[in-house]
């Protein structure tokens, strides 16, 4: 018999040998570079925004909108079924419905 091993007697009588467990080591990730205020560029993007109005069921998944026809409120995009991002803040939120603006770049 094998003494190295720890045996644990199965339901049926025969002996088997079970794998010890080793702890799990976790990774260590450094710090994430934080951006200031010094380091962004400006960025200036010419887009389009459509003059009509167009429900929010209508757009398709991940297009852009603005929620005022001259592009004031923000531009944000359609995430999900009922659910947006801002471009600005990068957060997320559900809505009801509703009426936007189409932004094209």
Known sequence: MDTTKELAINSN????AKPEKR?????????LPTANAG????????AKIDTSPTNF???ELYG?????????????????R????????????FVAGGRCY????
Do not use: P
Request: proline residues 0%; contains cysteine.
């Open 102 to 105: 189409k932004v094209v770049l």
């Open 39 to 46: 380091s962004l560029d400006e960025l200036a993007i010419a």
């Open 82 to 93: 009922n659910k947006f991002a801002s471009l600005h803040t990068c957060k997320s939120d």
């Open 57 to 59: 069921e209508s757009l």
């Open 13 to 16: 009588g025969a002996g088997s």
């Open 64 to 80: 852009l909108f603005a929620l005022a026809a001259d592009g004031s409120g923000g531009v944000f995009i359609k995430v999900a």
């Open 23 to 31: 702890a799990r080591t976790r990774r260590q990730y450094g710090a």
